[in-house]
């Protein structure tokens, strides 16, 4: 199915499937994107806040962002996004961690100066297995209508 403008109504929720962070990816994303102490070694890892190896909030983005395609976007008519509205990293994520969550639809609205065009935004909720929230957010993607003349909302 390709998910159109059409198919983003307020309150529908798309699930995430499960992704298990393991330690060597945390030591690879950081090393290249956010080489930090809590993010390279499970000693400074434990030695810090965090408690442990922790992933980068931005690895936890990353994860966030590939667990939307593989749930809804790569699927659709996604046009991309404008930005996001807000960004919460809320608990640290540790090597071992499996983390699931959704999208939920909150709103969505033709784009004037766009025909064919609709917003669509999103509340994010990524948890770990003890159902512990560790990131959420809000963000708005455009998408192409299946119906030019579209009004969903």
């Known amino acids: 199915m390709i998910y159109t ?3 983003f109504t307020p309150e ?6 499960p992704v ?24 400074a890892g434990r030695a810090s ?18 667990m939307m395609c593989d749930s809804y976007i790569s699927n659709s008519t996604s046009q991309g996004s ?5 960004l919460d990293w809320k608990r640290p ?8 969550g959704h999208s939920k639809v909150v709103e ?6 766009r025909p064919g065009i609709g917003l669509v935004k ?12 560790v990131c959420q957010g809000e963000h708005v993607v455009m998408f192409a209508m299946r119906n030019q003349g579209s009004t969903v909302a």
């Not at 999103?122 to 929230?133: A, H, S, V």
């Open 5 to 7: 403008y059409e198919d």
């Open 12 to 17: 529908r929720v798309f699930p995430f499937a």
């Open 20 to 43: 298990t962070v393991t330690a060597e990816d945390i030591i690879e994303f950081a090393s290249e994107f956010d080489p930090q102490p809590m993010h390279l070694s499970e000693e």
């Open 49 to 66: 806040i965090l408690g442990g190896l922790a992933a980068s909030g931005w690895h936890t983005c990353a994860l966030s962002m590939r």
């Open 82 to 86: 404008p930005g996001i509205e807000f």
């Open 93 to 100: 994520v540790l090597a071992g961690d499996t983390l699931s």
């Open 108 to 113: 969505n609205r033709p784009l004037a100066s």
């Open 122 to 133: 999103f509340r994010n909720e990524l948890t770990n297995q003890r159902g512990e929230i």
